[in-house]
């Protein structure tokens, strides 16, 4: 744990938290996806309403945490943007056909912000193909939560910049792995360097 705990430490404070002015706001162009799926007058109505209300709750969470100016908890908000994502492919499975939906779910997954770390499936995969312990496992997760604070943490330094943000990137995912490194056996290390050899940075479009 002391590992972790250094590895959090040094990671946040090498980040740099001043407010960041220069955002604009950024969303999915659902028009595009009405140019590639045909949807009656019908769908298309109610499509536009349930896009419309929760780009609207996504920029009412953004306009939330950018007024806490330089303590802005960007893990947060990117938390609550995959909850609103869910909620609305709810909401449109009720308007779409299953064809449809399928493009939707992947239009939406291909054009959307992530959060910066391993998902829940990953670290799925990563517990039960690699056969961690309880205690492997919540290593591998702090770790985890650490990397995605710190590259979230040092936002205002590269944004706009993808060149700068996967340089932090590739900085921080070396710290992830060398903590997680000290905190698995060299057997279940290796299945784990297996399972996420994959992994890499994704800059903005």
């Known amino acids: 744990m002391k590992n972790i705990r250094t590895l959090f430490f040094v990671l946040v404070l090498g980040a740099i938290a001043t407010s960041c002015s220069g955002d604009k706001k950024k969303g999915i162009d659902y028009n595009q996806f009405k140019t590639e799926v045909k949807l009656t007058p019908e769908q298309e109505k109610s499509f536009n309403e349930i896009t419309a209300k929760y780009q609207q709750l996504q920029e009412q969470n953004f306009q939330a945490a950018k007024a806490q100016g330089g303590n802005m908890d960007r893990v947060a908000l990117g938390i609550r943007n995959e909850e609103l994502r869910a909620q609305q492919s709810i909401e449109m499975a009720a308007v779409l056909d299953a ?91 290796s299945k784990f360097e297996e399972i996420v050899k994959d992994v890499q940075f994704k800059g903005r479009k």
């Open 99 to 189: 064809p449809q939906m399928e493009k939707f779910n992947k239009f939406v997954d291909e054009n959307s912000r992530k959060r910066p770390r391993y998902d829940n499936a990953l670290l799925e995969r990563i517990k039960t193909e690699a056969q961690l312990s309880e205690d492997e496992f919540k290593m591998v997760n702090a770790a985890n939560d650490a990397f995605e604070k710190a590259f979230n943490d040092a936002h205002d330094v590269y944004h706009g910049n993808n060149d700068l943000a996967k340089e932090y990137w590739v900085k921080f995912d070396a710290q992830r792995k060398l903590a997680i490194q000290k905190a698995l056996t060299p057997e279940h290390f």
